[in-house]
T-cell receptor, first 111, second 112 residues
Framework: LAKTTQPISMDSYEGQEVNITCSHN???????ITWYQQFPSQGPRFIIQ???TKVTNEVASLFIPADRKSSTLSLPRVSLSDTAVYYC????????????FGQGTELSVKP | DVKVTQSSRYLVKRTGEKVFLECVQD?????MFWYRQDPGLGLRLIYF???????EKGDIPEGYSVSREKKERFSLILESASTNQTSMYLC???????????FGPGTRLTVT
């Protein structure tokens, strides 16, 4: 399974765009990239998933370069409620496979 | 919306007690998972199940067992609780694509 590396923490201010980059040098051909968000005292919540290029939903955008060795989660115009830990995961999605949750990135949004 | 519920939000048990943590999902998902989360260590997979009565060990199965008799229910069992099992326990379920997991609210277990 591909291991992921992401910054331990980031600070931002309300209204700014936040980009969190994750590196996954050993990503396999069948692997997808998935991001989760976790608030204190809650379970993680699925945010977005992609395989290549760009994916956008109502919450975030995910940018994946052609070599797929990294990915960037982009949160547009963050608010205080976006303060959370963000996890980048890489996995094939098949039954019997496993996901590895790394340390995550603790995002702190300030007023 | 997918709903994953866990039997307790907070639980306090004594060393040596047998502990049952129950998890129920309402989306007919094939896969169910048990994780523990500790400060500085992130989420670690204890066991997962890809079908009724089927299970596979995760990264830290020692001291735990699981049971899945019905598709919607996945139980985590601590045969003899120890203080180093004090943690937040999170249950999750997913459809065939395990990248898309839905988590319950967690059970904070304290073993004294």
């Amino acid at each position: 399974l591909a291991k992921t590396t992401q910054p331990i923490s980031m600070d931002s201010y309300e209204g700014q765009e936040v980009n969190i980059t994750c590196s996954h040098n050993n990503i396999a051909t069948n692997d997808y990239i998935t991001w989760y968000q976790q608030f204190p005292s809650q379970g993680p919540r699925f945010i977005i998933q992609g395989y290549k290029t760009k994916v956008t939903n109502e919450v975030a955008s995910l940018f994946i370069p052609a070599d797929r060795k990294s990915s960037t989660l982009s949160l547009p115009r963050v608010s205080l409620s976006d303060t959370a830990v963000y996890y980048c995961l890489v996995g094939s999605g098949n039954q019997g496979g496993k996901l590895i949750f790394g340390q995550g990135t603790e995002l702190s949004v300030k007023p | 919306d997918v709903k994953v519920t866990q039997s307790s939000r907070y639980l306090v048990k004594r060393t040596g007690e047998k502990v049952f943590l129950e998890c129920v999902q309402d989306m007919d998902h094939e896969n169910m998972f048990w994780y523990r989360q500790d400060p500085g260590l992130g989420l670690r997979l204890i066991y997962f199940s890809y079908d009724v009565k089927m299970k596979e060990k995760g990264d830290i199965p020692e001291g735990y067992s699981v049971s899945r008799e019905k598709k919607e229910r996945f139980s985590l069992i601590l045969e003899s609780a120890s203080t180093n099992q004090t943690s937040m326990y999170l249950c999750a379920s997913s459809p065939r694509d395990i990248n898309e997991q839905y988590f319950g609210p967690g059970t904070r277990l304290t073993v004294t």
